[in-house]
C-alpha cells in the first residue's frame, strides 16, 4: 500500500478543472472539447450529447419504457440512424457514457509518470473521472432516472465493472512496464489479486465519497459542491493510503 499522501500531479489526459483546486485533475473524455481537435471531432461530440441530453429529458417526463430512440432521435434532430451510430440502445443514450471510456482510462493510466507507484498513479486517474462526473450539469438528472429504473442501474454497473477491469489490465501492463510487477498466467490475463484490489478500493473509495457528498448536499451551497467533492476525495484516498487509520482522517499539509 502506497505509505504517503496521494499524489495528484498532472500527467497526458490530465487537465485542472475550471472553480476548483488548482490540484485538481480531470479526464479529457470523449464531451469535452478542446481547442486543438479537429471541427469534425467537435461536431461528434456535440452530438453525442445532444442525444445523451434528449435521452434524459424524454425519460424522466416518461419513463423509458414510454420512450423510443427514433423519439430521441428526433428530439436531438438527428436521424435514426445517427441515433445508431453513437448508442447501440436508448438505454445507453439515457447513461450517455462514451463507448471508449475504458480505452481512454486505461490509457490514461499507462501515461502516468513511470516513477509513480501504482496507488498514486490510479487515484489521479479515478480523481480525474470522478471530478468530471461531478461537474455534468446533467448530473442530478441522470442519477434521478438511473435510480428509479432497475435496468438503467444494472446497465451502469456493467459499465463501470468494464472501465475497472480496463484499468486492472493497464495496471498490470504498467507494473510488469516498470519491472515491479510480473503477471500472473491466470486465464483472465488481468494480473493478480494485488492489482486487482488496488483498483477496487481506489474505485471504491471515489464511489462512496460522490455518494456521501449527494446525501450531503442539501445543507451546502450548491455552488461549493465541487470544491466539497474534491476535498473529500482528497481525504478519502488519504485514509485509504494510511490503510483506513482513523488517525488519518485529517490530511496533512
Do not use: C
Not at 17 to 36: F, K, Q, S, W
Not at 96 to 105: F, I, S, W
Request: aromatic share 4%; glycine share 8%; no cysteine.
Amino acid at each position: 500500500m502506497h505509505n504517503g499522501d496521494p499524489s495528484i500531479e498532472k500527467g497526458p489526459f490530465v487537465t485542472d478543472t475550471p472553480g476548483l483546486a488548482p490540484d485538481t485533475p480531470r479526464i479529457h473524455a470523449v464531451d469535452d472539447l478542446t481547442d486543438g481537435e479537429s471541427l469534425r471531432a467537435r461536431k461528434k461530440k456535440l452530438t453525442r450529447r445532444a442525444i445523451h441530453e434528449a435521452a434524459l429529458h424524454l425519460v424522466t417526463e416518461r419513463g423509458l419504457d414510454h420512450v423510443t430512440a427514433e423519439e430521441i432521435a428526433a428530439t436531438a434532430g438527428v436521424s435514426a440512424r445517427t441515433f445508431f451510430n453513437y448508442f447501440p440502445t436508448k438505454d445507453a443514450a439515457v447513461l450517455g457514457l462514451p463507448p471508449d471510456l475504458p480505452e481512454l482510462l486505461g490509457r490514461a493510466l499507462l501515461d502516468r509518470p513511470a516513477d509513480e507507484d501504482l496507488f498514486t498513479a490510479l487515484t489521479a486517474i479515478v480523481r480525474g473521472w470522478f471530478v468530471r462526473m461531478d461537474e455534468d450539469p446533467l448530473r442530478d438528472m441522470r442519477r434521478t432516472v438511473v435510480g428509479r429504473d432497475p435496468r438503467l442501474g444494472a446497465a451502469m454497473v456493467g459499465a463501470n465493472r468494464e472501465v475497472e477491469s480496463a484499468l486492472v489490465r493497464a495496471a498490470a501492463e504498467r507494473e510488469a512496464q516498470r519491472g515491479t510487477h510480473v503477471p500472473d498466467q491466470a486465464p483472465d490475463g488481468l494480473g493478480d489479486l494485488w492489482i486487482r484490489v488496488t483498483v477496487s478500493s481506489v474505485i471504491g473509495a471515489a464511489r462512496a465519497t460522490y455518494v456521501h457528498v449527494q446525501q450531503h448536499a442539501g445543507a451546502h451551497d450548491p455552488s461549493t459542491q465541487g470544491r466539497r467533492f474534491a476535498t473529500a476525495l482528497t481525504q478519502a484516498f488519504h485514509l485509504l493510503a494510511h490503510g483506513l487509520d482513523d488517525r488519518a482522517k485529517t490530511p496533512v499539509g
